[in-house]
T-cell receptor
Framework: KQEVTQIPAALSVPEGENLVLNCSFTDSAIYNLQWFRQDPGKGLTSLLLIQSSQREQTSGRLNASLDKSSGRSTLYIAASQPGDSATYLCAVWDNYGQNFVFGPGTRLSVLP | NAGVTQTPKFRVLKTGQSMTLLCAQDMNHEYMYWYRQDPGMGLRLIHYSVGEGTTAKGEVPDGYNVSRLKKQNFLLGLESAAPSQTSVYFC?????????????FGPGTRLTVL
């Protein structure tokens, strides 16, 4: 059964810092990996999608990498801003289960 | 495009009452999903559908039923609500054949069962 974990569970950084969020999955047979952002009381917003054949994707200050063989993905946020404060979730499309499996999320606070 | 919409946004039920949550998507996606999100539990899949007329159980299906009579709609039913079903419910859709399988979420329905 595919399991997804995220470390750290919570992170607090001063504004301007570069930071890395981690996502690990137990079964490398994934179709893709997707990073989401969730603001309190809101739905999930898709940030980046990495296909299994890709190594990384970039969007603005965000860069996501994927290493299937080691079962890891990282989300790099450059020059963090208070507006980046949210919970970040990763999810993998599990080829066997034919479903998305979510991690528990990392709660990020960027202090002004 | 409206994307994924959910109706209603909020609802309060009494134990034993029934209700249906409606999810609609206008992206011609094949797959649709219902999740619940509880504090400390993360997102858990209730039921999903890989196409019109098909449904399947997810991780926590007990107490819920679903139907996908039209490709664009996915309904989640609670036949006899229980306080344990107090949660935020999210609908999502994905998979346009030939395009990457990116998942899109609705804004959520906050349900309280008294």
């Amino acid at each position: 059964k595919q399991e997804v974990t995220q470390i750290p569970a919570a992170l607090s950084v001063p504004e301007g810092e570069n930071l890395v969020l981690n996502c690990s999955f137990t079964d490398s047979a994934i179709y893709n990996l997707q990073w989401f952002r969730q603001d309190p009381g809101k739905g999930l917003t898709s940030l980046l999608l990495i296909q299994s054949s890709q190594r990384e994707q970039t969007s603005g200050r965000l860069n996501a990498s994927l290493d299937k063989s080691s079962g890891r993905s990282t989300l790099y946020i450059a020059a963090s801003q208070p507006g980046d404060s949210a919970t970040y979730l990763c999810a993998v499309w599990d080829n066997y289960g034919q479903n998305f499996v979510f991690g528990p999320g990392t709660r990020l606070s960027v202090l002004p | 495009n409206a994307g994924v919409t959910q109706t209603p946004k909020f609802r309060v039920l009494k134990t034993g009452q029934s209700m249906t949550l409606l999810c609609a998507q206008d992206m011609n996606h094949e797959y649709m999903y219902w999740y619940r999100q509880d504090p400390g539990m993360g997102l858990r899949l209730i039921h999903y559908s890989v196409g019109e007329g098909t449904t399947a159980k997810g991780e926590v299906p007990d107490g819920y039923n679903v139907s996908r009579l039209k490709k664009q709609n996915f309904l989640l039913g609670l036949e006899s609500a229980a306080p344990s079903q107090t949660s935020v419910y999210f609908c999502a859709s994905s998979y346009l054949p030939g395009v990457v399988n990116e998942q899109f979420f609705g804004p959520g329905t906050r349900l309280t069962v008294l």
